[in-house]
């Protein structure tokens, strides 16, 4: 097969879609689709990843049945918050402390180290 027969698509994700963005301004907003959807944004300066925010931002944006493709996704981000752009994963870490032995350490949404996570699972503990 041909590269040019090839679709690519971006994903957002699971549950089935989940995307976070930065405006043109600098806020930090979260898609969410998992039966209904949501979009949240957060304040300027906030790190572009919902696990990292003090709250969960204000709601903007809401409907009552599920998005996955992400045309209609990115047109309906577009609507609501004007210009935007995907963050990069490198942009969505931040220091968290590990539930398990209180180090500091850079995640994206995980609250065990990786040192712990891997006693639990050998079940070295």
């Not at 040019?4 to 963005?21: F, H, T």
Request: aromatic fraction near 12%; glycine fraction near 8%; include cysteine.
């Amino acid at each position: 097969m041909e590269l040019e027969d090839e679709v690519l698509k971006r994903s957002y994700g699971i549950c089935p879609a989940q995307l976070d963005g930065i405006t043109e301004d600098g806020r930090p907003f979260y898609f969410r689709s998992r039966g209904s959807w949501s979009l949240r944004v957060g304040k300027p300066g906030w790190i572009p990843n919902v696990c990292a925010w003090p709250t969960f931002g204000i709601v903007i944006g809401y409907g009552d049945y599920e998005i996955e493709d992400p045309d209609t996704i990115d047109e309906l981000v577009e609507e609501y918050l004007g210009p935007w752009r995907h963050v990069t994963w490198e942009e969505t870490l931040f220091d968290q402390e590990c539930l398990h032995c209180k180090t500091v350490f850079r995640s994206d949404a995980s609250n065990i180290c990786m040192d712990c996570l891997v006693k639990k699972v050998l079940r070295l503990e």
